[in-house]
T-cell receptor
């Protein structure tokens, strides 16, 4: 069966520090991968998605970047965190253009202080 | 462009009462439609999905939703809610023209004892 792992679960980082959040999927090949951010009262904001290794689509210009170095690995990064980067970050995967829905990881709560 | 509107930010119902959460979408072709549920601090869990066939869709936890093309709606229903249904609910839309699905801003469901 397919599983998705996302870590860490919580993270407190100072302003200006770097960020690396990792997401891996097991039990499937060539999934579409997604990073969402959820801020209080603002729903889910799609940040990046990837349909293959090295292919990244950015939805919102911002202080973050994403990379997909392996088929089932998706990394969210920042060189210098801002206070506004705080939020709940969710990774998800899908097949067949999301026809069957997305499967989400358990999320990372990031607090920038 | 695809979009999803959930007009109710908060809904409060009594335990045992019926529930309907509203969702309206905009999509230029036959949509894929989804309902997700999120408990506090957790990832999103897929309740049900529609992409073709019978317009009344049954999901997990006793939920159902009906696709009404003429009204561009996909409302979620449950005949009798339980205290454990208190959570946030997200409607989402995608389609075979896109590699991503778009989420509404969510409806938070509160249950009165």
């Amino acid at each position: 069966s397919q599983t998705i792992h996302q870590w860490p679960a919580t993270l407190v980082q100072p302003v200006g520090s770097p960020l690396s959040l990792e997401c891996t999927v097991e039990g499937t090949s060539n999934p579409n991968l997604y990073w969402y951010r959820q801020a209080a009262g603002r729903g889910l904001q799609l940040l990046f998605y990837s349909v293959g290794i090295g292919q990244i689509s950015s939805e919102v210009p911002q202080n973050l970047s994403a990379s997909r170095p392996q088929d089932r690995q998706f990394i969210l990064s920042s060189k210098k965190l801002l206070l506004s980067d705080s939020g709940f970050y969710l990774c998800a995967w899908s097949l067949d253009r999301g026809r069957y829905g997305y499967t989400f990881g358990s999320g990372t709560r990031l607090t920038v202080v | 462009a695809q979009s999803v509107t959930q007009p109710d930010i908060h809904i409060t119902v009594s335990e045992g009462a019926s529930l309907e959460l509203r969702c309206n979408y905009s999509y230029g072709a036959t949509p894929y439609l989804f309902w997700y549920v999120q408990s506090p601090g957790q990832g999103l869990q897929l309740l049900l999905k529609y992409f073709s066939g019978d317009t009344l869709v049954q999901g997990i936890k006793g939920f159902e939703a009906e696709f009404k093309r003429s009204q561009s709606s996909f409302n979620l229903r449950k005949p009798s809610v339980h205290w454990s249904d208190a959570a946030e609910y997200f409607c989402a839309v995608g389609g075979n023209r896109d590699d991503k699905i778009i989420f509404g801003k969510g409806t938070r469901l509160h249950i009165l004892p």
